[in-house]
């Protein structure tokens, strides 16, 4: 069965510091891959999504995630944060070529901002 | 941009009531979700729906839950007799086809007592 590992519950990041949240997934083959970000109160915003070909996609928001199929990694990065960042991110993986299967979630990544 | 929309917001019921969540997906949009996110935990897959039939469900969706779209635009899920572990952020989804991302609305938080 698939699954989607997030390792770091919550992480802390000064502003205008740089940010790499950690996503590890395991399926059979290369999966759809996603990166959705959400504020309180708020549903879930699509930041990026990896479905084949360059494994470095650009996102909204200046984030960007690398696809890193030797480390069944997909960590999402951001070169400066602002305290507008603080959110809750998740990273989920679909079925490769799309379907109607839902997505399977990680558990999160509370992103903190200091000032 | 259009957006899925949920209603309501929030939603309190007593244990044993049914309760229907309504959701308008993005109007050209051709497949639906319903996931559920209970406090503190992940985001988990409920169902899917296409061409006006179940395509996917998950162990949790079971025949307390039913899902429809009575008309062209509101697609809902009911759960019926629910329990106090139904309690939970229920977040719908669509997609325009099969590759493309899914779009979630804001969600329902329902509460049980």
């Known amino acids: 069965a698939q699954s989607v590992t997030q390792p770091d519950i919550h992480i802390t990041v000064s502003e205008g510091a740089s940010l790499e949240l950690r996503c590890n997934y395991s399926y059979g083959a290369t999966p759809y891959l996603f990166w959705y970000v959400q504020s309180p109160g708020q549903g879930l915003q699509l930041l990026l999504k990896?479905?084949?070909?360059?494994?470095l996609v650009q996102g909204i928001k200046g984030f960007e995630a690398e696809f890193k199929r030797s480390q069944s990694s997909f960590n999402l990065r951001k070169p400066s944060v602002h305290w507008s960042d603080a959110a809750e991110y998740f990273c989920a993986v679909g079925a490769p070529g799309g379907g109607a299967d839902g997505l399977t979630f990680g558990k999160g990544t509370h992103l903190i901002i200091q000032p | 941009e259009p957006e899925v929309t949920q209603t309501p917001s929030h939603q309190v019921t007593q244990m044993g009531q049914e309760v229907i969540l309504r959701c308008v997906p993005i109007s050209n949009h051709l497949y639906f979700y319903w996931y559920r996110q209970i406090l503190g935990q992940k985001v988990e897959f409920l169902v899917s729906?296409?061409?006006?039939?179940?395509?996917?469900k998950s162990e949790i969706f079971d025949d307390q839950f039913s899902v429809e779209r009575p008309d062209g635009s509101n697609f809902t899920l009911k759960i019926r007799s629910t329990k106090l572990e139904d309690s939970a952020m229920y977040f719908c989804a669509s997609g325009i086809d099969s590759n493309q991302p899914q779009h979630f609305g804001d969600g329902t938080r329902l509460s049980i007592l």
């Open positions: 729906f296409y061409n006006n039939e179940i395509s996917e």
């Open positions: 990896y479905f084949s070909g360059d494994t």
